[in-house]
């Protein structure tokens, strides 16, 4: 067997489970994935996968070619590194991935004057709480908060971000203790541990929001209070920190990329730049009132 796409096939398979996804993943239609699975079982006269319980799963014969697949995408990923660490321009495609929170809220002024001052480079943003895959090459840096970063990357640790208790005005003013409730998260507890920390530990959390800006909209609808970072909510209209709430020092921010890639022109200068504006706002991301 020496045809990469029989290779991709049985990677396929076995990160999705199911033909269909499968299919979706190498976007081709599910009886191409059949049609091709049947033909490499014939020719290996030996069934790769088996349906167990409605996934399928390797055999024993298709184990070790489930091994070799992953040697085999691990050594393409590896040169495709190698090769974009060694261009040299100042040009091109660039891949920056962080929290949308953070895009929108603390760093979009600062992307857009990377892009005028860079106008060769071809900057793309992936927002998502999701660590991208750096291996993979699903970004060339990534901006994350994490009090544990994977340990291969390279990069700088900046400093820690604040959250501290937010609602609108009236609010607290119009809402008897009883009723007031926290926004929270979708897998919160009943009484989560990050509650604990504020200056209403025995307030419940009330609508659970999984996405932060959506929580932000309902803080700002007068829907409850809301343990927010503070770069987001001390410079949002309407929205005013809980009388006595301090900024409570949470995860690190770290600036990341693969050791493959840091040597390349473009990764360089766009890690100084992302240092740099993240550093002149610390005391915004700290929640120190006097610089928020």
């Known amino acids: 067997m020496n045809a990469w796409d029989d290779y991709r096939i049985i990677l396929a398979l076995e990160r999705s489970g199911s033909v269909r996804g499968a299919a979706q993943a190498l976007s081709v239609n599910h009886a191409t994935v059949s049609r091709r699975l049947a033909a490499l079982n014939r020719r290996l006269d030996a069934a790769v996968f088996e349906r167990i319980e409605g996934r399928y799963r390797a055999t024993a014969q298709g184990k070790p070619l489930v ?3 992953l040697r085999m995408e691990e050594a393409a990923y590896a040169a495709e590194r ?15 991935s962080l929290p949308d929170v953070v895009a929108k809220c603390l760093l979009m002024e600062d992307l857009g004057r990377f892009c005028h001052e860079h106008p060769d480079i071809e900057l793309v943003l992936h927002t998502s709480h999701s660590f991208a895959d750096l291996d993979r090459r699903e970004a060339d840096l990534v901006l994350r908060i994490s009090n544990h970063p994977p340990d291969h990357l390279v990069g700088r640790r900046l400093f820690k971000y604040a959250r501290s208790c937010y609602c609108a005005p009236h ?8 009723r007031l409730r926290w926004l929270g998260w979708p897998d919160d507890a009943d009484r989560p541990e990050w509650v604990q920390e504020t200056v209403f530990p025995d307030v419940p959390v009330g609508m659970r929001i999984e996405d932060p800006m959506v929580r932000h909209a309902a803080a700002l609808a007068g829907h409850g209070l809301i343990f927010d970072a503070c770069f987001v909510a001390d410079r949002a209209a309407g929205l005013v920190r809980v009388p006595g709430a301090l900024p409570i020092l949470d995860r690190d921010i770290w600036v990341l990329t693969h050791p493959d890639m840091k040597a390349a022109p473009k990764v360089a200068v766009l890690f100084r730049f992302l240092v740099e504006a993240i550093s002149l706002k610390r005391g915004l991301i700290e929640g120190r009132p006097a610089t928020a």
């Open 67 to 69: 091994a070799g697949a």
């Open 82 to 96: 190698e090769m974009a660490g060694l261009d040299q321009s100042m040009s091109g495609r660039l891949t920056l």
């Open 171 to 178: 609010y607290l003013a119009n809402t008897a203790f009883a």
